[in-house]
T-cell receptor, first 113, second 110 residues
Framework: DTGVSQNPRHKITKRGQNVTFRCDPI?????LYWYRQTLGQGPEFLTY????????KSRLLSDRFSAERPKGSFSTLEIQRTEQGDSAMYLC???????????FGQGTRLTVV | GQNIDQPTEMTATEGAIVQINCTYQ??????LFWYQQHAGEAPTFLSY????GLEEKGRFSSFLSRSKGYSYLLLKELQMKDSASYLC???????????FGTGTQLKVEL
């Protein structure tokens, strides 16, 4: 098992474009989380899936953001009409059940120019 | 909402002991977590406390006092590779999301 995998690792996009990120969690993990982290800050929760169901969504997640986990395995996070304020590291994490340990991926660093 | 406070930066000497404090205010507390994050890398899980007391794991220990809304992470026999950001995070209610502090940047010097 190679851990949580995210791609791309880096994405530079022009303002107004749409971007999509992918997260492949650890294979037997049924819970998947998306967080966003800016420089000098801790990760901020965006959304959470249990299997394919999106059970919780932060108020930080505007209607330009959408996340899916269609078969309860990998997940995608799409940002439409990107803005400069969307520039951040987008982190995915997964866990087994409600266990305390969540494993984070390396993140996708988004730069909106 | 939740409020988590931890110092922004700390400096310590190789071989020494350092204590990183975290205070929090939340309702429905359901666990406190410590993560380590090296620059440009993913956070990695260090410890979890849900009951009062000390949890020890090798060179790392974490303490929790729920009545005081207080935790600390204790690092012993510091090594240069321990230079990193240490993130305190709280889980509350029946949900699963973690609310993180801003992190404490620890610098270990010779």
């Amino acid at each position: 098992d190679t851990g949580v995998s995210q791609n791309p690792r880096h994405k530079i996009t022009k303002r107004g474009q749409n971007v999509t990120f992918r997260c492949d969690p650890i294979s037997e993990h049924n819970r998947l989380y998306w967080y966003r982290q800016t420089l000098g800050q801790g990760p901020e929760f965006l959304t959470y899936f249990q299997n394919e169901a999106q059970l919780e969504k932060s108020r930080l997640l505007s209607d330009r953001f959408s996340a899916e986990r269609p078969k309860g395995s990998f997940s995608t996070l799409e940002i439409q009409r990107t803005e400069q304020g969307d520039s951040a590291m987008y982190l995915c994490a997964s866990s087994l059940g409600r266990g305390p340990e969540a494993f984070f991926g390396q993140g996708t660093r988004l730069t909106v120019v | 909402g939740q409020n988590i406070d931890q110092p922004t930066e700390m400096t310590a000497t190789e071989g020494a002991i350092v204590q990183i404090n975290c205070t929090y205010q939340t309702s429905g507390f359901n666990g406190l977590f410590w993560y380590q994050q090296h620059a440009g890398e993913a956070p990695t899980f260090l410890s979890y406390n849900v009951l009062d007391g000390l949890e020890e794991k090798g060179r790392f220990s974490s303490f929790l006092s729920r009545s005081k809304g207080y935790s600390y992470l204790l690092l012993k026999e510091l090594q240069m590779k321990d230079s990193a950001s240490y993130l305190c995070a709280v889980r509350a209610g029946g949900g699963n999301k973690l609310t993180f502090g801003t992190g404490t940047q620890l610098k270990v010097e010779l």
